[in-house]
């Protein structure tokens, strides 16, 4: 059987072998090549569902395995003490769950559970607050838990649900309101917006709220108009920045040609807005509009490069607010090495980087010199008198920190490698130089942290802890706070603009279709309604995937549709003086159909 599978797998197409009926002259031979022909179809389907049901069998036979795996490993961590944050709350829910005298004590402990931002909890956070609220102590689903009048206090607006990437997702927050006899009070004013951005926002995202013509969708959120809680201003507070690009008379436009256009738009603004002053114009005379009060906002990372070119082309100054390979920055690799030739002086290829590094500055030719002088790496050892003067005086720096540094702690030993070295001097010479300071600051604090807390107790710890974050790629998200001469442009994505406001504020990205990527796993309800999952692995044509994977994947999409509008709405709540949007996008017909069947893009829509 695995032989024919096997066979099956590697043969070409059948439905491909045969030659079009059309091209044979002869009426008998072309009705008996299309009958040959319909057959080689239904033979290929059978090939590719014998294929498909093979490939499914070995997948759900694989995958107990590897979820047993997984809970080992948890099961494993438990017992080392080395819990993650998740296995933190599976844990914290299961001893609420399951044991009756622990949520009688706490529920005595905690007399009343808020929860803000309800939209962004996920399942499991709910079940922690639903049993710590519980009255019964026996009750052992979350649905069925009834809660003593104001024990539990939810706050969130389903409008700004955008975690669904995480299990947070309109669903669960409708189910909870209906859940523990909840009475439902609406904050409408809001605090932050000008009226007049609040009227836009009112009629844009109303709009798409509720499906334009094709309707309200019971998975989206209700929508609730805002009312303003601010005085009105007196000039307009929305603009549209660009139109839509005619794609006629043998005119078109990719997503390259849309995302140049409206760099060139988003940096004219920019200008403009500083140029003209946009927030003195509103009768704060006083006021200077600064770069840094201006923030331009984007879905995705992806439009960002074309805006960060547009605005270095113009002199303006813009800074990247995300999460990042902190670990793996240039600067800190540089570091990195140092502190490793500092802790080992016989770690040859740290010694080499670190001379190597602009800290030290050593030139390759130089380092060629010593070696060819009989030089060796470790800078304990004697020098050749014919070293390079540069490598000299290196290595006698080296060998100083390497002396003193059981006399420090680590993190003063870092601050003192940084300040010497002159890291923060040298990344003035980098592309953006404030974002190297930012990130060597880091660095320093985390050693001092580190070391203070007993975490790390030597240099070497510390440089494999410096290493380990680097190797696992982990992602800091650096803050979006201004320092007080950081005149820069902010560019974000609006999920790293949640819960921030800005006075300016440019929404971008939005004449690009939306990209929705097959989960691998996607989950769902089977026909009884338990809540389950299904798997997609592999690459195209050879996917593996579990029954059911495709209808759970197109309800992943249309979730994914839903989330956009909502994605638009709260990165335009996010402005406080003014907004301007991207209008930028192929001009195409049939908007109405278009939206119905979820092709269309947000700028279409305004």
């Known amino acids: ?104 004590a706490l529920h005595r402990r905690y007399t009343r559970v808020l929860i803000d931002e309800f939209q962004d909890t996920d399942p499991i956070q709910v079940e922690l607050a639903a049993f710590l609220a519980s009255d019964d102590a026996a009750v052992s689903d979350w649905e069925a838990v009834s809660a003593h009048p104001g024990r539990l206090f939810f706050v969130g607006d389903p409008k700004q649900s955008i975690y669904r990437f995480r299990r947070a997702d309109i669903e669960l927050f409708k189910k909870a309101r209906g859940a523990f006899s909840a009475r439902h009070v609406a904050l409408r004013k809001n605090f932050r917006c000008r009226p007049a951005i609040i009227e836009w926002v009112n009629e844009a995202c109303g709009a798409l709220f509720q499906g334009i013509d094709a309707g309200p969708d019971d998975l989206q959120a209700d929508w609730i108009p805002l009312e303003p809680g601010l005085p009105p201003g007196k000039l307009p507070a929305v603009q549209l920045i660009g139109e839509p690009m005619p794609t006629g008379k043998g005119k078109a436009f990719n997503a390259a040609d849309v995302r140049r256009r409206e760099a060139e738009g988003i940096v004219a603004a920019v200008a403009a807005a500083v140029h003209e002053n946009w927030l003195a114009r509103d009768g704060k005379k006083d006021t200077v509009t600064r770069y840094a009060d201006i923030a331009i906002l984007l879905p995705t990372r992806t439009n960002s490069p074309a805006i960060e070119r547009a605005l270095a082309d113009a002199g303006i100054p813009s800074r990247i607010e995300s999460r990042s390979l902190l670990f793996a920055a240039q600067e800190i690799r540089d570091l990195t090495n140092i502190l490793a030739a500092i802790d080992d002086p016989t770690d040859d290829v740290a010694v080499v980087a670190a001379l190597r590094s602009p800290a030290f500055a050593v030139e390759d030719g130089e380092l060629l010199a010593h070696a060819n002088a009989g030089g060796r790496w470790d800078y304990t050892r004697p020098l050749p008198e014919t070293s390079p003067e540069a490598m000299k005086q290196s290595m006698a720096a080296l060998a100083e920190l390497h002396e003193g540094r059981w006399a420090t702690s680590i993190g003063a030993l870092v601050e003192r490698v940084i300040a010497g070295r002159k890291l923060l001097e040298l990344s003035v010479a980098s592309p953006r130089p404030r974002e190297a300071w930012r990130r060597l600051r880091f660095v320093a604090e985390q050693a001092r942290s580190l070391g203070d807390s007993g975490t790390v107790t030597s240099l070497r710890q510390f440089v494999q802890w410096l290493r380990t974050q680097a190797e696992e790629r982990v992602l800091i998200a650096e803050a979006v706070a201004n320092e007080p001469d950081d005149d820069a442009v902010k560019i974000l994505t609006v999920h790293a603009a949640k819960g921030l406001e800005f006075p300016i504020l440019i929404l971008g990205g939005l004449g690009v279709e939306r990209n929705f990527s097959q989960p691998k796993v996607a989950w769902g309800r089977d026909e009884t309604g338990d809540e389950t999952v299904a798997v997609r692995t592999g690459v195209m044509s050879t996917y593996f995937q579990t029954p059911g994977y495709e209808a759970f994947s197109d309800a992943e999409k249309h979730h994914s549709w839903l989330e956009r509008d909502r994605l638009f709405y709260v990165a335009a709540t996010r402005a406080k003086e003014r907004l301007g949007g991207s209008g930028f996008h192929p001009e195409k017909a049939n908007h109405g159909a278009r939206h119905a069947e979820r092709k269309c893009m947000v700028a279409e829509c305004l």
């Open 1 to 104: 059987e695995v032989d024919f599978l096997r066979l099956l797998v590697r043969t070409e197409p059948l439905d491909k072998a045969i030659r079009p009926a059309r091209l044979l002259g002869n009426s008998k031979r072309r009705k008996d090549l299309d009958h040959l022909r319909d057959a080689m179809k239904e033979a290929e389907a059978a090939r590719n569902g014998m294929v498909e049901t093979a490939r499914s069998w070995v997948l759900c036979t694989l995958l107990p395995h590897v979820r047993d795996f997984v809970i080992a490993s948890a099961e494993e961590r438990r017992r080392a003490g080395e819990l993650e944050f998740h296995d933190l709350l599976v844990l914290a829910r299961d001893l609420l769950r399951d044991n009756p005298a622990v949520r009688e």
